[in-house]
Protein backbone atom coordinates (compact mmCIF):
# COMPACT_ATOMS: atom_id res chain seq x y z
CA UNK A 1 0.00 0.00 0.00
CA UNK A 2 0.55 3.24 -0.04
CA UNK A 3 2.47 4.99 2.69
CA UNK A 4 4.49 8.26 3.71
CA UNK A 5 7.54 9.13 6.19
CA UNK A 6 8.58 12.28 7.09
CA UNK A 7 10.86 13.70 9.91
CA UNK A 8 10.11 13.86 13.42
CA UNK A 9 9.94 17.18 14.94
CA UNK A 10 9.58 19.72 16.31
CA UNK A 11 11.93 21.36 14.15
CA UNK A 12 12.88 24.26 15.75
CA UNK A 13 14.70 27.49 14.14
CA UNK A 14 15.47 31.00 14.37
CA UNK A 15 14.50 33.66 12.12
CA UNK A 16 16.02 33.53 8.60
CA UNK A 17 17.23 29.73 9.11
CA UNK A 18 17.47 27.46 6.22
CA UNK A 19 14.92 24.88 6.83
CA UNK A 20 14.19 21.51 5.30
CA UNK A 21 12.02 18.84 6.45
CA UNK A 22 12.14 15.03 4.85
CA UNK A 23 9.68 13.57 3.09
CA UNK A 24 9.95 10.18 1.24
CA UNK A 25 7.03 8.18 -0.15
CA UNK A 26 6.04 4.03 -1.19
CA UNK A 27 3.56 4.45 -3.95
CA UNK A 28 2.77 1.82 -6.93
CA UNK A 29 2.23 3.97 -9.81
CA UNK A 30 2.64 7.59 -10.30
CA UNK A 31 1.41 9.58 -7.35
CA UNK A 32 0.61 13.43 -7.03
CA UNK A 33 2.53 14.86 -4.05
CA UNK A 34 1.56 17.70 -1.64
CA UNK A 35 2.70 19.68 1.19
CA UNK A 36 -0.23 20.60 3.45
CA UNK A 37 0.14 22.74 6.27
CA UNK A 38 -1.57 23.64 9.58
CA UNK A 39 -1.53 26.90 11.59
CA UNK A 40 -2.61 26.28 15.31
CA UNK A 41 -6.08 25.70 15.90
CA UNK A 42 -6.66 25.67 11.92
CA UNK A 43 -7.55 23.23 9.40
CA UNK A 44 -5.16 22.52 6.83
CA UNK A 45 -4.23 24.12 3.89
CA UNK A 46 -2.62 23.18 0.48
CA UNK A 47 0.96 25.05 0.54
CA UNK A 48 2.49 23.14 -2.62
CA UNK A 49 2.24 20.23 -5.40
CA UNK A 50 4.12 18.55 -7.70
CA UNK A 51 1.79 16.05 -10.23
CA UNK A 52 4.75 14.34 -11.85
CA UNK A 53 8.85 13.38 -11.90
CA UNK A 54 11.18 16.14 -11.47
CA UNK A 55 8.07 19.01 -11.08
CA UNK A 56 8.78 21.57 -8.46
CA UNK A 57 6.02 22.83 -6.65
CA UNK A 58 6.56 26.30 -4.83
CA UNK A 59 4.71 28.96 -2.70
CA UNK A 60 5.14 31.66 -0.27
CA UNK A 61 8.64 31.00 -0.85
CA UNK A 62 8.63 27.30 0.29
CA UNK A 63 9.37 24.60 -2.47
CA UNK A 64 9.64 21.26 -3.04
CA UNK A 65 11.16 18.81 -6.15
CA UNK A 66 9.61 15.55 -6.94
CA UNK A 67 12.20 12.99 -6.84
CA UNK A 68 10.66 9.44 -8.57
CA UNK A 69 14.73 8.22 -8.33
CA UNK A 70 14.85 8.49 -4.46
CA UNK A 71 11.12 8.39 -3.83
CA UNK A 72 11.51 12.00 -1.87
CA UNK A 73 9.97 15.44 -1.60
CA UNK A 74 11.70 17.33 0.44
CA UNK A 75 10.10 20.67 1.73
CA UNK A 76 12.74 23.88 1.58
CA UNK A 77 12.37 27.10 2.59
CA UNK A 78 15.52 29.89 2.30
CA UNK A 79 14.67 32.20 5.13
CA UNK A 80 12.08 31.06 7.85
CA UNK A 81 9.81 33.72 9.29
CA UNK A 82 7.87 33.40 12.76
CA UNK A 83 4.65 33.30 10.92
CA UNK A 84 6.12 30.01 9.60
CA UNK A 85 5.91 28.24 13.17
CA UNK A 86 3.18 25.18 12.05
CA UNK A 87 2.53 22.08 11.67
CA UNK A 88 3.71 20.29 8.06
CA UNK A 89 2.07 17.20 6.50
CA UNK A 90 3.69 15.62 3.31
CA UNK A 91 0.94 13.34 1.70
CA UNK A 92 0.64 11.99 -1.81
CA UNK A 93 -2.59 10.52 -3.58
CA UNK A 94 -3.25 8.05 -6.63
CA UNK A 95 -5.79 7.93 -8.89
CA UNK A 96 -5.72 4.42 -8.95
CA UNK A 97 -9.20 3.86 -7.86
CA UNK A 98 -10.99 6.79 -10.53
CA UNK A 99 -10.57 9.28 -7.35
CA UNK A 100 -8.19 10.65 -5.40
CA UNK A 101 -7.41 9.66 -1.75
CA UNK A 102 -4.49 11.09 0.65
CA UNK A 103 -2.34 9.11 2.40
CA UNK A 104 -0.57 11.63 4.83
CA UNK A 105 2.81 11.84 7.18
CA UNK A 106 2.84 11.70 10.50
CA UNK A 107 3.47 15.55 10.44
CA UNK A 108 6.38 17.09 11.32
CA UNK A 109 5.93 20.57 13.96
CA UNK A 110 7.51 23.60 12.90
CA UNK A 111 8.79 26.25 15.50
CA UNK A 112 10.68 29.54 14.50
CA UNK A 113 12.05 31.73 17.27
CA UNK A 114 12.50 35.32 16.86
CA UNK B 1 -9.54 26.38 -4.54
CA UNK B 2 -12.87 25.49 -2.96
CA UNK B 3 -14.60 27.86 0.70
CA UNK B 4 -15.55 25.50 2.95
CA UNK B 5 -17.50 26.11 6.10
CA UNK B 6 -17.42 23.63 9.09
CA UNK B 7 -19.56 23.94 12.32
CA UNK B 8 -18.96 23.66 15.22
CA UNK B 9 -15.11 24.47 15.41
CA UNK B 10 -15.56 23.03 18.87
CA UNK B 11 -17.15 20.85 21.24
CA UNK B 12 -17.22 19.57 24.69
CA UNK B 13 -19.27 16.59 24.94
CA UNK B 14 -20.60 14.46 27.25
CA UNK B 15 -19.95 10.67 26.76
CA UNK B 16 -23.01 8.70 25.51
CA UNK B 17 -24.29 11.54 23.61
CA UNK B 18 -23.86 12.12 19.55
CA UNK B 19 -22.46 15.26 18.21
CA UNK B 20 -22.95 16.34 14.22
CA UNK B 21 -20.68 18.19 12.27
CA UNK B 22 -21.59 20.32 9.60
CA UNK B 23 -19.81 20.90 6.29
CA UNK B 24 -20.74 23.14 3.57
CA UNK B 25 -19.02 23.84 0.23
CA UNK B 26 -19.17 27.41 -1.58
CA UNK B 27 -19.92 25.68 -4.81
CA UNK B 28 -21.18 21.64 -5.81
CA UNK B 29 -18.52 19.24 -5.38
CA UNK B 30 -19.01 15.18 -6.80
CA UNK B 31 -17.13 14.00 -3.31
CA UNK B 32 -16.54 14.86 0.25
CA UNK B 33 -14.39 12.94 2.74
CA UNK B 34 -14.22 13.04 6.57
CA UNK B 35 -10.94 12.68 8.49
CA UNK B 36 -10.12 12.44 11.82
CA UNK B 37 -6.80 13.27 13.60
CA UNK B 38 -6.30 12.03 16.69
CA UNK B 39 -4.06 14.15 19.40
CA UNK B 40 -0.66 14.71 18.02
CA UNK B 41 -1.65 12.09 15.15
CA UNK B 42 -1.61 12.39 11.18
CA UNK B 43 -4.88 12.62 9.35
CA UNK B 44 -6.60 8.79 9.05
CA UNK B 45 -9.71 8.92 6.46
CA UNK B 46 -13.35 7.58 8.10
CA UNK B 47 -14.84 7.57 5.05
CA UNK B 48 -15.88 8.74 1.39
CA UNK B 49 -19.65 10.61 1.19
CA UNK B 50 -21.24 10.62 -2.34
CA UNK B 51 -24.27 12.43 -2.80
CA UNK B 52 -27.21 10.70 -3.77
CA UNK B 53 -25.40 7.08 -2.48
CA UNK B 54 -24.58 5.38 1.06
CA UNK B 55 -20.87 6.52 2.42
CA UNK B 56 -17.84 4.05 1.77
CA UNK B 57 -16.28 3.48 5.07
CA UNK B 58 -12.68 2.80 5.85
CA UNK B 59 -11.43 0.09 7.90
CA UNK B 60 -12.33 0.57 11.60
CA UNK B 61 -14.94 2.73 10.83
CA UNK B 62 -18.79 1.71 10.89
CA UNK B 63 -21.92 3.58 9.77
CA UNK B 64 -23.44 2.93 13.12
CA UNK B 65 -20.55 4.56 14.63
CA UNK B 66 -20.26 7.59 12.14
CA UNK B 67 -23.25 7.88 10.40
CA UNK B 68 -22.79 10.35 7.01
CA UNK B 69 -25.56 12.18 5.06
CA UNK B 70 -25.00 13.83 2.27
CA UNK B 71 -28.36 15.18 0.95
CA UNK B 72 -26.69 17.68 -2.02
CA UNK B 73 -23.97 18.73 -3.58
CA UNK B 74 -22.80 21.04 -1.43
CA UNK B 75 -23.48 19.65 2.33
CA UNK B 76 -22.41 16.83 4.38
CA UNK B 77 -22.88 15.74 7.57
CA UNK B 78 -20.76 13.67 9.75
CA UNK B 79 -22.18 12.56 13.18
CA UNK B 80 -20.27 11.24 16.11
CA UNK B 81 -22.35 9.04 17.87
CA UNK B 82 -22.41 7.63 21.28
CA UNK B 83 -19.33 9.31 22.25
CA UNK B 84 -16.27 8.17 24.52
CA UNK B 85 -12.95 9.77 25.65
CA UNK B 86 -11.89 8.38 22.61
CA UNK B 87 -13.35 10.19 20.35
CA UNK B 88 -11.45 13.04 21.30
CA UNK B 89 -10.40 14.44 17.85
CA UNK B 90 -10.06 16.79 15.13
CA UNK B 91 -12.71 15.69 12.80
CA UNK B 92 -12.59 17.19 9.15
CA UNK B 93 -14.11 17.51 5.84
CA UNK B 94 -12.92 17.40 2.96
CA UNK B 95 -13.41 18.13 -1.05
CA UNK B 96 -12.05 17.07 -4.21
CA UNK B 97 -12.00 19.79 -6.79
CA UNK B 98 -9.87 19.88 -10.09
CA UNK B 99 -7.84 16.98 -8.72
CA UNK B 100 -6.90 18.93 -5.05
CA UNK B 101 -8.41 18.36 -1.71
CA UNK B 102 -9.11 21.38 0.02
CA UNK B 103 -10.09 20.80 3.95
CA UNK B 104 -12.47 22.57 6.26
CA UNK B 105 -11.06 24.43 9.67
CA UNK B 106 -11.70 21.41 11.48
CA UNK B 107 -13.97 20.20 14.66
CA UNK B 108 -12.10 19.90 17.64
CA UNK B 109 -14.13 17.42 19.90
CA UNK B 110 -13.65 16.72 23.35
CA UNK B 111 -15.12 14.15 25.44
CA UNK B 112 -15.34 13.63 29.34
Known amino acids: GNSVTQMEGPVTLSEEAFLTINCTYTATGYPSLFWYVQYPGEGLQLLLK?????DKGSNKGFEATYRKETTSFHLEKGSVQVSDSAVYFCALSDFTSGYSTLTFGKGTMLLVSP | SAVISQKPSRDICQRGTSLTIQCQVDSQVTMMFWYRQQPGQSLTLIATANQGSEATYESGFVIDKFPISRPNLTFSTLTVSNMSPEDSSIYLCSVLRDRDMFFGSGTQLSVL
Open chain 1, 50 to 54: ATKAD
